[in-house]
């Protein structure tokens, strides 16, 4: 099981056949699914990987390169890979979701994912998308800007992945199987971890950890990725600053902090100085969690290690915040800004199209065959998402009838108190049920917790777009007071937003992006239980705004 591995891509550079002659860059990638024994993890169970690698590989462009990558299947599963954050511009058959953008990738089948990475750059990541896959197989993007294109911060002497995860002693599939099963949540995690490794555990095999050599008075860039299951994490490095250049491949305003807060999906990259005393620093990650939910509250921790100093040297510990400090939280969040700079604008979507709130929630509905006779559910606006037996994108495309609806309520049908008391029914509706939007139509949507059981933190994703949050509060969303506040002029811009427990989260964008692009929570469970959903954008204008046809070799059901 390796710490950190670098994936080496057969890298072609090919003549674009344009008039101006443009060189155009291919990098191509191969991506082998199989089965790896984890020896160093608290067991000798068999987990699935990309390569034989726990993290996977980590995938190295530059911004406006084309990627290939071939994905074969080698295990009992079916699997499908997203590319998460890439905006995959007209090429939603590349976004990977299983059996929203396409079939997933049988036993024994192969898939090439192939889109052009336009105006990105920065850290993203890649991911399974399919049952809980995505536990052990992901790994890194990093996407670097045009050659001759400075970052907008000093230049950092390396940079370095950091992929935190979960850990789990049993197979994850069975621990969410059982789950299902009985109708209630699954089993926590057992460890949490840093590139692989969770550090000095309890019970665990793998005593170390990951490594970090830093040399004194240099400055490195750490590129922090949440790829756990289930839980918001807090990082922090014992006697060092932080400082925050960018989150989710988008600059922003530097700023130093000594926690930074990062939900599953999102991505944070990070300036480090080794301004400290010679010696080694504990690395931390643990669990954030203000709501009365069962969490893996175990610490995965790292070695920030000064060159020179001897290996046997007392390493300086550091606290983690509590697991419920939501003022640590909220202060980070707070803190994100835009970069907007006359290079790297914030465009803003000054006016709205459309207008939607959509409420985020758990509920609990009637099953016989469960262990109290109902199960726990999930829902956008009350709705919990039933997934398709062929892929949504290939419904839209092909105008195939009885697939969805686009009929998604744009507003709750049953409005009330959402974070006063608990309603007196807890019961969802159950659909495959879109919402559709215009091409190049703008549109704010606001997000609301509720606490139909319990006030909850959910980390929506939506795929093929960024979009800038442009307001966030505690309670109930106020329509009339709350848009006064917003931040119209540098708001932080990202793919995956935490909506706060017993609060409300705004965002903008623009629909500029054809095809059908799916909305999760990215706490699995949740998505498991059907807080999820997808909106479909229509074509606009001839070719240029329009969905490009399917590739040849896209999967089948």
Known sequence: MATWIRFLAVVALLACLFPAMIECRIRHYKFNVVLKNATRLCSTKPIVTVNGHFPGPTLYAREDDTVLVKVVNHVKYNVSIHWHGIRQLRTGWADGPAYI??????????????????????????????LWLRATVHGAIVILPKLGVPYPFPSPHEEVVFILGEWWKSDVEAVINEAIKSGLAPNVSDAHTINGHPGPVSGCLSQGGFNLQVEAKKTYMLRLINAALNEELFFKIAGHKLTVVEVDATYVKPFKTDTVLIAPGQTTNILLTADARTGKYLVAASPFMDSPIAVDNVTATATLHYSGSVSNVATKLTTPPPINATKVATNFVNSLRSLNSKQYQANVPLTVDRNLLFTVGIGVNPCSTCVNGSRVVADINNVSFVMPTISLLQAH????????????????????????????????????????????????????????????????????????????????????????????????????????????????????????????????????????????????????????????DLPEC
Request: with cysteine; glycine share 10%.
């Open 397 to 552: 495309f092909f105008n195939i009838s009885g697939v969805f609806t686009d009929d998604f309520p744009g507003n709750p049908l049953n409005p009330y108190n959402y974070t006063g008391v608990q309603p007196a029914n807890l019961r969802t509706m159950t659909g495959t049920r879109l919402y559709r939007l215009a091409y190049n139509s703008t549109v704010q949507l606001v997000l609301q917790d509720t606490g139909m059981i319990t006030p909850e933190n959910h980390p929506l994703h939506l795929h093929g777009y960024n979009f800038f949050v442009v307001g966030m509060g505690k309670g109930n969303f106020n329509p009339k007071k709350d848009p006064k506040s917003f931040n119209l002029v540098d708001p932080v811009e990202r793919n995956t937003i935490g909506v706060p427990s017993g609060g409300w989260v705004a965002f903008r964008f623009r629909a500029d992006n054809p095809g059908v692009w799916f909305m999760h929570c990215h706490l699995e469970i949740h998505t498991t239980w059907g807080l999820k959903m997808a909106f479909v954008v229509d074509n606009g204008h001839g070719p240029g705004e329009s969905l490009l046809p399917p590739p040849s």
């Open 101 to 130: 953008t396409q079939c997933p990738i049988q036993p024994g089948q192969s898939y090439v994912y192939n889109f052009t990475i336009t105006g990105q750059r920065g850290t993203l990541w890649w991911h399974a998308h399919i």
